[in-house]
């Protein structure tokens, strides 16, 4: 019986790495002589510590970097909880005002900006050292003492930085230090509330340990351009006109002896005579032309570069020159509403989970509890005008109106009115009192009380005091 021929294995080769691209040979594109292809990104210079604090000593640069920070904080919040009363909420504000809270929360942000980190140091008394673990539900009321900002180069962490990823301690050390503070005293990471650069894949962020990117270092490239640019076009300025002098046989005058001296001595006395008599003074054979730097076309290249640079910065040229818009009707409203939107999402995703960790030791140090339903919301960076104010205030007037004749109760009127600031010499609390006045009469039998209409309103201002409602005397 014949055996079956054992087909031969099909010999492997090597594998081979293939790349597909644009390629025209008559046109040279995607070839050796295409230059585009030639172009490759590298990595920038990395900026220390010393080369980012002389690069903020530059003016526009230092605009640059606290701008957004302080629009981020400009307007600040405003609290509110039902549960609390306004003297409550008077309270809190007036805490955070006495630990300058908002000018410290702004110069974090703006450390983190230029160094790519910062923290907020919270002193808090009566709660251990410094070194232990806060403990924030035992914190009592006027507690805290004050909030210390410094940069990510002032904390020096003291031990290793925890780098499991599902550690709430993720990319901190247990303790840090502030550099220039002689006692070295310890601070535990419970007590700092931490404000990170630009992130940064986990691999770049371990480098900088955890910390972030410096805003700055995103820039680096387009501030160095512009510059330049800047330099180039003052250099320009200096040599606006240039005379040029061509002088018979000055070869063989400067190869003779003394003959430097010759020459400069003529030219310096034919410059003194121009600028004496307005004329130019020179030998038969010689010639004078004055050449005129061309400055044309540079004032919009030098705007490109400005476009570049705020785009980089994420901040409209108008808000970052303080310039007026350019073209024809051009308000600058849009990129200003633009800005402002990418304000409010910084606000809501960058600063209040800060805000929040500061709150569990203000609102605690202000009342001397924690009530999770005080809530805040950020006041509008955009400002309404007279008329735009003024507009707003009728269309709101008019629609309490509509309410009221379709028989809400003027009380819920009169402090909706108050919170729109409709109305601004009443209170709620004088209309709580209003109000329980006016059951007490009802209780008693009084059936034929109307309280008044809460607003009376033309062109969107109130006409005359609005009074709480109250009830009707019994005859």
Not at 187 to 205: A, D, L, Q, T, W
């Amino acid at each position: 019986m014949s055996k079956k021929p054992i087909p031969e294995k099909t010999p492997r080769t090597a594998e081979t790495l293939v790349e597909d691209g644009l390629q025209n040979l008559v046109s040279g594109l995607g070839t050796r002589k295409s230059r585009g292809p030639q172009s490759t990104l590298e990595r920038d210079q990395r900026l220390d510590r010393i080369e980012l604090e002389n690069i903020y000593r530059n003016y526009w640069i230092s605009k640059a970097v606290d701008i957004r920070p302080w629009d981020m904080t400009r307007q600040w919040r405003t609290f509110n909880c039902s549960d609390l009363t306004p003297q409550e909420i008077k309270a809190i504000e007036t805490e955070e005002k006495r630990v300058d809270a908002r000018n410290d929360v702004r110069t974090a942000l703006v450390w983190a900006s230029l160094y790519g980190g910062a923290g907020l140091v919270m002193h808090v008394d009566g709660q251990g050292k410094m070194d232990t673990p806060l403990d924030y539900t035992k914190i009592r009321k006027g507690q805290l003492n004050r909030l210390t900002p410094a940069d990510r180069w002032e904390l020096i962490e003291q031990g290793p930085i925890n780098y499991n990823p599902l550690s709430v301690d993720y990319g901190k050390a247990e303790h840090y230090r502030i550099a220039t503070d002689i006692s070295n005293l310890a601070i535990h990471n419970s007590r700092i509330i931490f404000f990170h650069g630009r992130k940064m894949p986990i691999r770049v962020e371990r480098q900088l340990k955890c910390w972030g990117e410096s805003d700055v270092q995103r820039w680096y490239n387009a501030i160095v351009n512009n510059e330049t640019l800047a330099a180039a076009i003052i250099e320009g300025v200096h040599q606006a006109n240039v005379d040029v002098v061509s002088v018979k046989g000055l070869a063989q005058l400067l190869a003779s002896k003394d003959g430097d001296n010759k020459a400069m001595n003529r030219f310096l006395t034919m410059d003194m005579a121009k600028s004496m008599l307005n004329m130019a003074v020179i030998d038969s054979e010689d010639t004078f032309t004055r050449n005129a730097f061309p400055f044309a076309g540079l004032p919009d290249i030098y705007r490109a570069f400005l476009d570049v640079l705020a785009a980089a910065t994420d901040v409209p040229i108008t808000r970052l020159l303080g310039s007026s818009p350019g073209g024809m009707n051009a308000t600058g409203d849009s990129d200003t509403r633009n800005y402002y939107d990418s304000i409010k999402s910084e606000q809501e995703n960058k600063l209040a989970p800060k805000l929040n960790q500061l709150d569990e030791v203000l609102i605690r140090s202000a009342l001397g509890k924690h009530n999770p339903d005080i809530q805040y919301e950020f006041n509008s960076l955009w400002q309404l005008s007279g008329i735009e104010k003024a507009t707003y205030q009728n269309q709101q007037a008019n629609v309490l109106i509509t309410l009221s004749n379709l028989g809400i109760s003027p009380f819920a009127l009169q402090r909706d009115a108050i919170e729109l600031g409709l109305i601004r010499n009443l209170t709620t609390d004088d209309v709580d009192a209003a109000e329980k006045a006016a059951e007490f009469d009802v209780e008693a039998g009084n059936e034929d009380f109307q309280p008044p209409s809460p607003v009376k309103a033309v062109g969107g201002v109130p006409q005359e005091k609005v009074k709480p409602a109250k009830a009707a005397k019994k005859a």
